[in-house]
C-alpha cells in the first residue's frame, strides 16, 4: 500500500533510472573493424558485445548493416570516413551533407544508433602518407561540422580526428611536441576541436615501438615494473603507454590546451605473426591497461584523470588486411574471428564470454593429398597464400613449426576457407583433398569458416524485417511522444 505515495509517473521514472544507471558501461570500448573474409553476422556480433557489457564502438566506416545492427543497442558508437573520402568531402558542402544524412542522421531516430563521434580520416598525419591527407582535414572537418548543424545534430555528435603517435615526439615526456612538419594544421585543429568540445583521439602502441626497435626495453612495454624506468624531472615513467599519453599532454599544453580530454582511438597487443606477438603477452599487456585504466591513477602530468575513453584494438582479427606493417596486424583481435575470446581477459564485467549462435561452414577442411608427389606445389602454395590469410606460419606465428606438408596443408585450407568451401577451390591439380578430420596440430588451428549470414535469397527478407522495424521504431516514438 505504500505503493500508493509513488504516482505511476514516478515510479515509471524510477525504472527508467534504475535501467539507466545499470546501463552506465564500462569506458572501455573495442574497435570494431571489417577486414575480413569471415565475416560473422552483425547481430552476432551486437549480441556478443551486449553479452561482454561492451558499450562503446569504433567503426572505421559507417556500413549499414553493422550500423542497422547496431540500433535499439544503445551502445555508443564512433564511425569513420575513411581517409580516402576526404578529399571529396573537403571540397564539396553537399557531399559533406550527404555524407551526413546518409551515414549519421538516417540512424539518429528512436531506437536509432547512438553515434557519438565521427572519426574524420583515420591517422591521416602518418608520416608514410608523406602528407597526402594534411590539407583535406580542416576543411572537411568545416564542412562537416555545418551539415551537422543543419541536420541538428551539432550538439549530439563530435568530430574527431585519430590521429597516430608518431605525430609527436620527445626523448622525455615532460618535453613532448608534434613534430614541426604538422604544428600549424595541430594548431588549427586542436582550436577546432576545444571549441566544439571534442577530445583529442590518439592511437597508442608500444607493441610497435617494441616491434621496431631491438633495443626497447621490453618489460617498458607492459604494466608489471621495468628495470629501464624513465625518470623525467620530479616523474617517473614505469610504462611506455603512460609515457607516451604524457608526452602528449606536454605537446597540447605547449600549444595552450593542458586540458584537453584525450581519448585512446586504438590501444592493443597482437596474438601472432611475430615473435613478441603471442597469447600471453596479449593478455598481460590488455588486462595491465584494463586495470591501470580502471584504478582511475591518471599520469604523472594528469594524476586521477585517466584517459576520457579506450578502444581496445581490436575486437575480431582481421584476415584480409595488408601485411605491410608486418605478419602480426591480421592477429589483433581480443576475439577471433569467429567471436571465440582468445584468451581470459576481464574488462571489469567478468571474463571475456564467447559469441553465441555464430553459423560456421560444416565441419571439413582441404589438405595436401598425401599419397601425391608434391614437388609441384609451390605455385598453388603461393597463390593461395597470396588470397587468403597464412601469416600464421611466418617465423614467431602459431604454425610456425608444423613442416613443410602442413604447411601445405594450411595454405590450401585457408584458400578453401576464403572460398567458402567451393569444391572446386581444393583442386589444386589434384593434389589437394577434402577430410573431415580436424587437421589442426598443437597451438595451430586449422580454420572453419563462418557464415555470414548474407546469401542473396536473405537480402529480401532481410530489407523486410528492416522496414517492419522502423514502422515499430516509428510507433514507438508516436508513443513515446503523447
Ligand atoms: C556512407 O558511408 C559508406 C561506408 O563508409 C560509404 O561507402 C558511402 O559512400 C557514404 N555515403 C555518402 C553519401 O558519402
Ligand atoms: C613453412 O612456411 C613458412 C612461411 O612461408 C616458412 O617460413 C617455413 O620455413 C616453412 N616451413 C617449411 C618446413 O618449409
Ligand atoms: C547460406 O547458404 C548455405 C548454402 O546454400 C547454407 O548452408 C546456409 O545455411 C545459408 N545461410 C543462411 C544464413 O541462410
Redesign the pocket.
Known amino acids: 500500500m505504500k505503493m500508493a505515495f509513488f504516482s505511476k509517473r514516478t515510479l515509471l521514472l524510477l525504472l527508467l533510472l534504475v535501467l539507466c544507471v545499470s546501463a552506465v558501461e564500462s569506458d572501455i570500448g573495442v574497435n570494431w573493424g571489417t577486414v575480413s573474409f569471415h565475416r560473422m553476422?552483425p547481430d552476432t556480433v551486437v549480441d556478443l558485445l551486449k553479452d561482454n557489457k561492451i558499450g562503446k564502438v569504433k567503426l572505421f566506416d559507417a556500413d549499414p548493416t553493422v550500423l542497422r545492427a547496431l540500433m535499439g543497442s544503445g551502445i555508443e558508437v564512433m564511425v569513420g570516413i575513411p581517409n580516402d573520402m576526404l578529399s571529396l568531402i573537403s571540397n564539396s558542402p553537399s557531399a559533406s551533407d550527404l555524407w551526413v544524412s546518409q551515414n549519421v542522421s538516417r540512424y539518429m531516430v528512436k531506437r536509432g544508433a547512438n553515434i557519438k563521434y565521427v572519426a574524420v580520416g583515420n591517422e591521416p598525419f602518418l608520416t608514410s602518407y608523406s602528407g597526402q591527407f594534411q590539407s583535406y582535414i580542416l576543411p572537411a572537418l568545416t564542412n562537416l561540422q555545418q551539415s551537422l548543424a543543419k541536420a541538428n545534430l551539432a550538439g549530439m555528435v563530435k568530430l574527431v580526428v585519430p590521429c597516430n603517435a608518431d605525430a609527436y615526439e620527445s626523448s622525455l615526456p615532460s618535453q613532448g611536441a608534434f613534430r614541426p612538419d604538422l604544428t600549424q594544421i595541430i594548431t588549427q585543429l586542436v582550436s577546432f576541436l576545444n571549441s566544439n568540445g571534442s577530445p583529442f583521439v590518439v592511437n597508442i602502441y608500444p607493441f610497435l615501438s617494441l616491434y621496431g626497435n631491438s633495443d626497447f626495453p621490453q618489460d617498458y612495454a607492459f604494466f608489471e615494473g621495468t628495470t629501464h624506468s624513465v625518470i623525467d624531472g620530479p616523474n617517473v615513467y614505469t610504462n611506455a603507454f603512460d609515457g607516451n599519453l604524457d608526452t602528449l599532454v606536454a605537446a597540447l599544453s605547449k600549444l595552450g590546451y593542458p586540458q584537453m580530454p584525450i581519448v585512446i582511438g586504438e590501444v592493443g597487443w597482437p596474438t601472432d605473426g611475430a615473435l613478441s606477438a603471442n597469447l600471453n603477452a596479449a593478455r598481460a599487456f590488455n588486462q595491465g591497461l584494463v586495470k591501470l585504466v580502471r584504478s582511475n591513477k591518471g599520469t604523472p602530468l594528469r594524476p586521477n584523470v585517466p584517459p576520457m575513453d579506450i578502444y581496445l584494438f581490436s575486437l575480431f582479427d582481421e584476415g584480409a588486411k595488408s601485411v605491410l606493417p608486418g605478419n602480426f596486424e591480421r592477429h589483433w583481435g581480443i576475439f577471433s574471428f569467429d567471436g571465440q575470446a582468445k584468451y581470459s581477459l576481464n574488462l571489469g564485467n567478468g571474463l571475456l564470454k564467447n559469441a553465441k549462435n555464430v553459423?560456421y561452414l560444416p565441419s571439413r577442411w582441404c589438405v595436401a593429398n598425401p599419397t601425391r608427389d608434391l614437388t609441384t606445389v609451390a605455385n598453388h602454395f603461393k597463390l593461395a597464400c597470396s588470397y587468403a590469410d597464412c601469416t600464421t606460419l611466418s617465423y614467431g606465428g602459431s604454425c610456425n613449426g608444423i613442416g613443410e606438408k602442413g604447411n601445405i596443408s594450411y595454405a590450401f585450407n585457408s584458400y578453401y576457407q576464403l572460398q567458402k568451401q567451393n569444391a572446386k577451390s581444393c583442386e589444386f591439380d589434384g593434389l589437394g583433398m577434402v577430410t573431415f578430420l580436424d587437421p589442426s596440430i598443437g597451438d595451430c588451428r586449422f580454420l572453419v569458416g563462418v557464415?555470414d549470414?548474407t546469401?542473396n535469397?536473405?537480402g529480401f527478407t532481410l530489407s523486410g524485417i528492416r522496414v517492419i522495424f522502423l514502422l515499430i521504431s516509428f510507433c514507438g516514438y508516436q508513443m513515446f511522444v503523447m
Open positions: 553476422s553459423e557464415s549470414g546469401n535469397s536473405l
